[in-house]
């Protein structure tokens, strides 16, 4: 039998995880390790002894055999899951998107800086990014639940052209070409109020501190940074980026405490 890597097993434990449902934090109690140390593991950097493996693959519902196998197949996995737990609630970490909200997050952001001549299209994409991801990363829940993916200059939100189209419609945005330093830029001037009772004050928070941050960058300084975010490092030129990746963050994008003990 081959010897499997560290890394292999770590990516198994990692995509079982997933599918079953559970968050890092959620195993991590399950396992009582810190969210760090399954993170390490996860990424295939710190060895595991057998008691271990035996302890992962019992909260798992899966065999040591299986789960070091050669012939290990995820999809079987997932047959096997269904089987036994199709009654069970798990915790959906696939994003959904609330158009009404994204559009206010949309309205929120544009309200508080669309007077700066720096916030053209770029860069609110990457306010919106940072606020979605940050979001997620400090509770777990998805903010807009947009999908972004990743694309040349950054992550960018998909459906984004269909939703501005919708609101220029009904002149809720007015959108603008004009010369910035003897660059094209789209600008997005808003034209109605966002209903701020659709975000809670913890969003608005996360949101104002994004804004605060980076909203003076220029889009280059913001594509440049997004570029080495993990979410974006960690997904395929084109693809959709998980919402999970925040948690392999580091400084100084990680914007969570993490308890070490």
């Known amino acids: 039998m081959e010897k499997l890597t560290q890394n292999e097993i770590g990516r198994r434990i990692s995509e079982i995880r997933k599918n079953k449902g559970y968050s890092q934090n959620d ?45 290990f197949n995820m999809e079987e ?26 559009k206010d997050i949309l309205l929120y952001i544009l309200e508080k800086c669309a007077g700066k001549p720096n916030v053209g299209e770029t860069l609110l994409y990457k306010l919106l990014y940072f ?32 939703i501005i189209t919708q609101m220029i419609t009904k002149k809720q945005l007015k959108r603008l070409k004009v010369d910035y330093h003897g660059y094209p830029q789209t600008r997005y001037i808003p034209l109605a109020k966002p209903n701020l009772t659709s975000l809670s004050a913890r969003e608005k928070v996360v949101i104002d501190r994004v804004i605060d941050q980076y909203s003076d960058w220029s889009a280059s300084a913001i594509s440049d940074y997004s570029h080495k975010d993990m979410p974006w490092l960690a997904s395929k030129d084109g693809e959709a980026i998980d919402y999970e990746l925040v948690f392999y963050r580091e400084a100084p994008y990680s914007v969570r405490n993490y308890d070490e003990n």
């Open 131 to 162: 606020s979605d991801f940050n979001y997620y990363e400090l509770y777990e829940e998805h903010l807009s639940g947009a999908e972004y993916r990743k694309l040349p200059y950054g992550p960018v939100p998909q459906k984004l052209d269909t």
């Open 77 to 102: 996995q997932l047959i096997e899951q269904e089987e036994k737990d199709e009654a069970q609630e798990y915790r959906i970490s696939l994003p959904e998107l609330k158009v009404n909200k994204f």
């Open 27 to 71: 195993l991590a109690k399950m396992l009582n390790i810190s969210r760090p140390s399954l993170t390490q593991i996860e990424l295939g950097k710190r060895n595991l002894t057998v008691l271990e493996l035996n302890e992962i693959a019992n909260i798992l519902s899966i065999s040591i055999d299986k789960l070091l196998s050669n012939s």
